[in-house]
């Protein structure tokens, strides 16, 4: 049998008025329509099961049955298989598709004397073992019980098609001439070994096979979490290792690399390598091994190269999401299937021959191209990632690509280029942490802000930065708040930001209305933090002053005069020598308050001039306290014409400040709670005057509390921080330990019957003594049994010597004998309450055997209406 597309004819003849036809027009005519419909289906449909053509076993009365639904199939040759019924002897060749399902009760063995199906029915020349459905009334026909584990073999739908031989054409009668060709649908069934030869010569359902597993190992790649707190992130090296310690945990560049080795080696022809995606694993690679050593000595910035990693793992698991849905299978071969399609077995399993859709039903190219630019962008990325440090602070807008075109923006570590810029998105406006001069786009409206990338602060000095960021949220109108800590002196509000709000993370930025955290050390920036809401006075002190006030005045380091003649500059005539200033220049070089630093380093303030001709020293003042809200009260006295400071009365207070409007060596003035220095000199010996004030604020006593209640003390001064919280952990964690529920006996006794032999033992023994002994009480378990702290000698004996250290009965065994120091089973601890108060020698007779088993404790009866003592105590009644 030869395949119909094995020739195509492209050619046929128009026919003249009364022309005689030879054969061979007339069967060139039908031989290009009918190639000219197979080639429709198979390059333009696509070839395989569209639907249906199920099978399943039924019961009839006369035994087995087996029932393929109705459905429609194409084979590589053009074929179109549907399922379809003889109308009535009467009507031969005439058939219904107007059927739900066909149904055979019978088998027969197939041979393939008339197709010669060939090689696909045959070994070495000699035709497979083959089985047929048939109906009761065919020939040879047998029902199915008869095969012997009918139900186990594969079932195929075959196209049976061969020209029936000529018969003798009559003296009178020659309607027959011409060859019949005959198409049968006939369902067959093979042997595991037979169809594994077919699927040798079927290179589409090989192919697809071989998808599938790969698919099966393409799963999507998720970042293990980082989690800030007061123990891990403290210093640098802390904070550069936690990120480390994620990825390396996580598996994540490991699992990365043989995701993307096995979509190059597996998806070759899809990718279309060329020199822009040639060689991706051995970018990947060396860009990796570059990028990603353990971290150093010093400070290796890990906390960004998590962000590269967390743009390599979106992209990942988008090219695998775009593979998966390519699913396209342009100009099918003729030989893989040209007359058959694989059903599978009854129970499910077995071979099938899915739908190979023709890339007319879908975006071919254009998820080919997809495809491709997800790889160049793996690339872009791993090539682009640079950390630069001092470049000058900017930030961004960012976004959703849902909402807006030209979002995701990109952020400041990552150098532009043109690949970066190709693969990042098909905008031509993308904003990128690079833009140029005179183009900022926090100067435009966009939709779909939800967040901001911050960059250009690496290595910048901290307080100057922090007031950059502030003044810019001022400027700009941007919706996030900020906040500084420096790692030199802020530990302790550090510790405390992480405990009160434990989801601090990194994003390379802040969410829109969330909170900014800029990290320094030594006031040199190094990192940032954020959070997805808005952090509003840290301390929760808006207001606040303390009972007793002190207000303090002093002479301000310049004239009134000298400030008049600096704001009326701005009306009068420039200055002949020197840059004619147009602000007031305030710097700031020292700060603290009871000897803790506000700042780190000196911090400028300019405040215009139009300002100062407006409003004189409250322009200063107001400057003042907007840069420094947790400090002291900065104020002016028009009447007295001086510099008001106001502080909590027993605080100590140290402020320098210069005024560098002129001159950069201009003299520094030291205001404290004891006097003003100049220069380090005494300036004036009258110069401070102070008056106490006194007041109640419902805040201050919320900032004692908060500052001043105690965090996690113990009674063993410190030495096993932390451990506590660990141990009362590991108890909750037991609680719903897998080996403590289910079916399992619970952690927390119900009943005698829950708890472990050894201890049940002896507790059954204590209750046969209690009941021979007949004096009236009540029997309570108590202690380590009924909050879960117990161990037992079952637990002890299988788990004490484990090798697993991360099991949770190990820890909690080891920490037990840590804090403890128990490392034998945990002993039944008994209360009993008497009825009577005379029975307590009785009930001390009774119990005195089993003193050395178990803890015992005898109560009294109630006195007066008053609880016993088991009564204010957790226990179980046995």
């Known amino acids: 049998?030869?395949?119909?597309?094995?020739?195509?004819?492209?050619?046929?003849?128009?026919?003249?008025?009364?022309?005689?036809?030879?054969?061979?027009?007339?069967?060139?005519?039908?031989?290009?329509?009918?190639?000219?419909?197979?080639?429709?289906?198979?390059?333009?449909?696509?070839?395989?099961?569209?639907?249906?053509?199920?099978?399943?076993?039924?019961?009839a009365e006369t035994g087995d049955q087996f029932i393929v639904s109705q459905g429609v199939g194409i084979t590589t040759d053009g074929d179109l298989i549907v399922l379809h019924k003889q109308l009535s002897e009467e009507q031969p060749k005439e058939n219904t598709i107007s059927i739900d399902e066909l149904s055979?009760?019978?088998?027969?063995?197939?041979?393939?004397?008339?197709?010669?199906?060939?090689?696909?029915?045959?070994?070495?020349?000699?035709?497979?073992?083959?089985?047929?459905?048939?109906?009761?009334?065919?020939?040879?026909?047998?029902?199915?019980?008869?095969?012997?584990?009918?139900?186990?073999?594969?079932?195929?739908?075959?196209?049976?098609?061969?020209?029936?031989?000529?018969?003798?054409c009559g003296d009178i009668n020659c309607d027959n001439q011409g060859i019949e060709q005959i198409s049968k649908l006939r369902f067959l069934m093979l042997e595991d070994d037979s169809i594994q030869r077919l699927i040798n010569q079927d290179e589409i359902l090989s192919k697809d096979l071989a998808n599938k597993e790969l698919y099966g190992e393409l799963a999507p790649i998720h970042l293990m979490k980082v989690v800030h707190n007061g123990q891990n992130s403290i210093d640098l090296s802390q904070i550069d290792k936690l990120y480390w310690v994620a990825l390396e945990n996580g598996n994540t560049l490991e699992e990365l690399g043989k995701g993307l080795q096995a979509i190059e080696e597996g998806f070759g022809s899809i990718i279309e390598q060329d020199e822009d995606t040639i060689n991706l694993i051995e970018i990947y690679n060396e860009r990796i091994e570059a990028l990603f050593n353990s971290p150093s000595e010093g400070y290796s910035f890990f906390q960004y190269r998590y962000q590269l990693v967390k743009d390599l793992v979106a992209t990942y698991n988008e090219l695998v999401k775009e593979i998966k849905e390519f699913d396209f299978w342009p100009n099918p071969k003729?030989?893989?299937?040209?007359?058959?399609?694989?059903?599978?077995?009854?129970?499910?399993?077995?071979?099938?021959?899915?739908?190979?859709?023709?890339?007319?039903?879908?975006?071919?190219?254009?998820?080919?191209?997809?495809?491709?630019?997800?790889?160049?962008?793996?690339?872009?990325?791993?090539?682009?990632?640079?950390?630069?440090?001092?470049?000058?602070l900017r930030i961004i807008p960012n976004g959703k690509r849902k909402h807006n075109a030209i979002f995701p923006s990109i952020p400041f570590y990552y150098v532009n280029n043109e690949d970066l810029i190709r693969s990042w998105g098909s905008a031509s406006e993308l904003i990128s942490f690079y833009y140029g001069m005179g183009n900022?786009?926090?100067?435009?409206?966009?939709?779909?802000?939800?967040?901001?990338?911050?960059?250009?602060?690496?290595?910048?000095?901290?307080?100057?930065?922090?007031?950059?960021?502030?003044?810019?949220?001022?400027?700009?109108?941007?919706?996030?708040?900020?906040?500084?800590?420096d790692l030199s002196v802020n530990q302790k509000e550090l510790k405390k930001l992480f405990k009160d709000h434990p989801s601090c993370s990194s994003t390379g930025g802040v969410p829109k209305a969330g909170t900014y955290i800029l990290l320094s050390q030594d006031n040199k920036v190094f990192a940032d933090l954020s959070l997805p809401y808005r952090v509003v006075d840290e301390s929760g002190l808006i207001g606040a002053s303390h009972i007793k006030v002190a207000s303090c005045s002093y002479p301000w380091i310049s004239s009134l005069k000298y400030l008049n003649n600096l704001s009326r500059s701005i009306k009068g005539s420039v200055r002949r020598?020197?840059?004619?200033?147009?602000?007031?220049?305030?710097?700031?070089?020292?700060?603290?308050?009871?000897?803790?630093?506000?700042?780190?380093?000196?911090?400028?303030?300019?405040?215009?001039?139009?300002?100062?001709?407006?409003?004189?020293?409250?322009?200063?003042?107001?400057?003042?306290?907007?840069?420094?809200?947790?400090?002291?009260v900065f104020d002016f006295d028009e009447s007295l014409k001086r510099f008001i400071i106001t502080r909590p009365f027993d605080d100590e207070f140290r402020v320098s400040f210069s005024d560098n409007t002129l001159s950069i060596n201009s003299?520094?003035?030291?205001?404290?709670?004891?006097?003003?220095?100049?220069?380090?000199?005494?300036?004036?010996?009258?110069?401070?005057?102070?008056?106490?004030?006194?007041?109640y604020r419902e805040s201050t006593y919320v900032q004692l509390q908060s500052e001043f209640a105690p965090v996690e003390k113990d009674d063993d001064y410190g030495v096993y921080t932390g451990k506590w919280k660990q141990w009362y952990d590991l108890i909750d964690d037991l609680m719903t330990d897998p080996r403590f529920t289910g079916d399992n006996k619970p952690r927390i006794p119900q009943s005698i019957e829950d708890l472990p032999n050894s201890v049940s033992r002896i507790i059954n023994r204590v209750q046969g003594s209690l009941e021979a002994s007949q004096i009236p009480h009540d029997l309570y378990l108590t202690g380590d049994w009924v909050n879960g702290s117990w161990a037992s000698i079952e637990?002890?004996?299988?788990?004490?010597?484990?090798?697993?250290?991360?099991?949770?009965?190990?820890?909690?065994?080891?920490?037990?004998?840590?804090?403890?120091?128990?490392?034998?089973?945990?002993?039944?601890?008994?209360?009993?309450?008497?009825?009577?108060?005379?029975?307590?020698?009785?009930?001390?007779?009774?119990?005195?055997?089993?003193?050395?088993?178990?803890?015992?404790?005898?109560?009294?009866?109630?006195?007066?209406?008053?609880?016993?003592?088991?009564?204010?105590?957790?226990?179980?009644?046995?």
């Open 334 to 392: 003729i030989t893989p299937f040209p007359k058959h399609l694989q059903l599978g077995k009854l129970d499910g399993t077995g071979f099938r021959h899915d739908f190979y859709k023709s890339p007319a039903l879908g975006s071919f190219e254009q998820g080919k191209i997809k495809i491709k630019s997800l790889i160049k962008k793996v690339i872009a990325l791993l090539r682009s990632f640079e950390i630069k440090t001092d470049q000058g």
């Open 577 to 632: 020598f020197g840059i004619q200033p147009k602000s007031y220049r305030l710097v700031v070089n020292s700060y603290t308050i009871n000897e803790n630093p506000l700042i780190t380093g000196a911090v400028t303030l300019e405040i215009p001039f139009e300002q100062i001709y407006k409003r004189r020293m409250h322009a200063i003042t107001e400057a003042l306290n907007e840069r420094f809200p947790k400090g002291v």
């Open 667 to 695: 003299p520094s003035y030291t205001y404290t709670q004891d006097g003003m220095v100049k220069s380090d000199r005494t300036y004036r010996i009258d110069s401070i005057r102070c008056e106490e004030l006194k007041k």
């Open 440 to 485: 900022n786009p926090l100067l435009l409206e966009y939709d779909g802000v939800d967040s901001y990338l911050i960059g250009g602060h690496l290595g910048t000095e901290g307080e100057n930065t922090y007031q950059a960021i502030d003044s810019m949220i001022s400027q700009f109108g941007l919706e996030f708040k900020v906040y500084h800590f």
């Open 104 to 168: 055979f009760t019978h088998f027969r063995v197939f041979t393939d004397d008339k197709a010669k199906y060939s090689p696909y029915f045959y070994a070495d020349e000699e035709q497979l073992s083959i089985w047929e459905f048939c109906n009761e009334d065919d020939v040879d026909a047998q029902p199915l019980s008869e095969l012997e584990n009918w139900e186990d073999l594969n079932v195929l739908a075959y196209l049976e098609s061969y020209p029936k031989g000529e018969d003798i």
């Open 795 to 878: 637990m002890i004996n299988e788990y004490k010597n484990s090798t697993n250290t991360n099991d949770t009965i190990f820890r909690f065994l080891n920490l037990r004998s840590s804090l403890h120091k128990k490392d034998q089973a945990t002993k039944a601890s008994l209360v009993v309450v008497l009825a009577r108060e005379i029975d307590r020698g009785r009930m001390i007779t009774t119990l005195s055997p089993f003193t050395e088993l178990v803890d015992v404790y005898i109560e009294v009866p109630a006195v007066r209406n008053q609880p016993r003592t088991i009564d204010t105590i957790t226990k179980l009644k046995l």
């Open 1 to 59: 049998m030869s395949n119909k597309l094995s020739s195509v004819t492209y050619q046929y003849r128009n026919y003249k008025a009364d022309q005689v036809l030879t054969h061979t027009q007339l069967n060139e005519t039908i031989a290009y329509f009918e190639d000219q419909n197979r080639l429709t289906r198979v390059t333009l449909t696509g070839v395989g099961i569209i639907h249906g053509l199920t099978i399943s076993k039924g019961v």
